[in-house]
């Protein structure tokens, strides 16, 4: 399965990738702000896109949005990934499109799990 992560802290972005490809099947893509990740997004047509939902540039509610409204990628699953547990940002991302959040700090060895969960809960199969 291909993953594109947004996320513009490195430290959290290098322990999310970690996490993720950990079982060795699964790349990761990653993006630093909204911008990189809607040309990421373009390029690398991902199976889902975790997204942070503060990033510099374009936020990721802007992303979002951005990412549903273009014909290339208005399929991919999003996931947001976020500190905030503000029930009006998890409703608003929801209202964009996404499938689902994830909240930092987030468990390393559930990561994989909790991307599948969401997946299955939406109605996706990876495909890898």
Known sequence: MKILLAEDENDIRRLA????????DWQVVEAADGEECLALAQRERPDVILLDAMMPK???????????????TKDIPV????????EWETQRGLALGAIGYLYKPFDPLQLRQQVLELLARAGRTPSG
């Open 17 to 24: 990738t970690m996490s993720l490809t950990r079982g060795g």
């Open 58 to 72: 374009l936020d990721g509610f802007q992303t979002c949005q951005r990412l549903k409204a273009s014909s290339a």
């Open 79 to 86: 996931i947001f990934l976020t500190a905030s547990v503000q």
